[in-house]
């Protein structure tokens, strides 16, 4: 399968854990995208890393939150001291930029589910 | 700040039914724009797409016009199959400085289509 993978698929965790997700994108992609979905909504943006480097955070991501992408291929979520606040899925999208600039189509993963109890 | 609404659901057609979801947005600058699916179980993917006014995106049967005097990008289909059932999300990309096109969604529409 070469589509965008993200793990765990669920995760249970108490409140004050901390937890952290992994989402590989497709491998020549270089632009990789973090968001979030409650029940109801459409995704919202949270993170967005082009190679290695993080370009842009969302007023969404408190300070408890935090991204990284090391060698500009996986890259993990981690939220520390969990709240209730918190529980949502986490989706990863992965693009090419394009040689013309401009949007190109994000594949989307299948998403982590969080639930804090 | 950009934003997209669309017409709240559930919906819930009869097979070969016409479909319209409306979808509209509030943009700074020329957005691309996009409609995804969510089928049960499945993770978001590309329905169609249109990068620029007048421009219409189609796959599968469905389509959308990109109206800029309207700022609209209404879904549709002329004859809905039970296998459309799925969550549609329409969707914006505008660029947010550098190089980041970080998608902006609206709420989804839930179509339930029985046979």
């Known amino acids: 399968d070469t589509g965008v993978s993200q793990d765990p698929r669920h995760k249970i965790t108490k409140r004050g854990q901390n937890v952290t997700f992994r989402c590989d994108p497709i491998?020549?992609?270089?632009?990789l995208y973090w968001y979030r979905q409650t029940l109801g909504q459409g995704p919202e943006f949270l993170t967005y890393?082009?190679?290695?480097?993080?370009?842009?955070k969302s007023r969404l991501l408190s300070d408890r939150f935090s991204a990284e992408r090391p060698k500009g291929s996986f890259s993990t979520l981690e939220i520390q001291r969990t709240e209730q606040g918190d529980s949502a899925m986490y989706l990863c999208?992965?693009?090419?930029?394009?040689?013309?600039?401009?949007?190109?189509?994000?594949?989307f993963g299948p998403g982590t589910r969080l639930t804090v109890l | 700040g950009d934003s997209v609404t669309q017409m709240e659901g559930p919906v819930t057609l009869s097979e070969e039914a016409f479909l319209t979801i409306n979808c509209t947005y509030t943009?700074?600058?020329?957005?691309?724009l996009f409609w995804y699916v969510q089928y049960p179980g499945e993770g978001l993917q590309l329905l169609l797409k249109a990068t620029k006014a007048d421009d219409k995106g189609s796959n599968k049967g469905f389509e959308a016009t990109y109206r800029k005097e309207t700022t609209s990008f209404h879904l549709e289909k002329g004859s809905v199959q039970v296998s459309d059932s799925a969550v549609y999300f329409c969707a914006l990309s505008e660029r947010s400085g550098g190089s980041n096109y970080k998608l902006t969604f609206g709420k989804g529409t839930l179509l339930t289509v029985n046979p």
């Open positions: 491998s020549e992609h270089n632009r």
């Open positions: 890393f082009q190679n290695e480097a993080q370009l842009e």
């Open positions: 999208a992965s693009s090419l930029a394009l040689t013309s600039g401009g949007a190109n189509e994000q594949f």
């Open positions: 943009a700074t600058g020329y957005p691309s």
